[in-house]
């Protein structure tokens, strides 16, 4: 008699875990029904650690999967050491955020959808960008007419107009399949803020 009581008790404990852990790998496996998330941060990179973080979906909302209603809840966390780091603030609406006073490359943004439902309970991260970091340069460019000649026979006569970083700067030809390069320096044209 006691073996049978050992018995029943134990199919019903297998039952209940069937009941647990088949609905959360459903809730999981249909988890596709679900609005996939992103984020934005602008400006990218930031120099002042002034940018502005939105994301979608945000806040919670019901889905049918199958028929069952599932609530995906967004949850944007902003976190440093990367996605798994220290939470240092995070927001459960909104779709936008605006922040100051951050030292560039810091910090990591990522959104966490949470599932509950007939399906079963859970979470997942979804979509991560780290804060770029951001060195400002001053640089120089050039600007003007390059008149040349083809490095490759029959050494015809080139030109083309150019605006950038390099003061002896060259462009390929296809015809005639050559290079037309300066031989003397564009004049300067002005400085230009470089973000890298």
């Not at 019903?12 to 992103?38: E, H, M, N, S, Y």
Request: charged share 5%.
């Amino acid at each position: 008699m006691e073996a049978s009581i050992v018995a029943k008790v134990k199919e019903g404990l297998k039952k209940r875990a069937t009941r647990v852990f088949v609905p959360a790998a459903l809730g999981l496996a249909f988890f596709g029904q679900a609005a996939w998330a992103t984020i934005t941060i602008t400006p990218s990179p930031s120099t002042n650690g002034s940018y502005t973080i939105t994301w979608a979906p945000s806040g919670c909302s019901i889905i049918n999967v199958y028929g069952f209603p599932m609530q995906y809840c967004y949850t944007l966390y902003e976190t440093t050491g990367g996605v798994y780091g220290s939470l240092t603030n995070y927001w459960t609406s909104g779709g936008s955020v605006n922040i100051s006073g951050h030292s560039s490359g810091t910090y990591t943004y990522a959104i966490w959808v949470s599932w509950s439902g007939y399906l079963g309970n859970g979470s997942a991260l979804q979509e991560s960008v780290d804060q770029s970091v951001c060195t400002t340069h001053t640089v120089q460019y050039y600007a003007g007419w390059v008149y040349s000649n083809y490095d490759q026979p029959p050494h015809d006569s080139c030109s083309f107009y150019y605006n950038g970083p390099i003061q002896y700067p060259s462009q390929y030809d296809n015809p005639p399949g050559a290079w037309c390069s300066a031989i003397s320096p564009l004049p300067p044209a002005g400085t230009v803020q470089v973000c890298n």
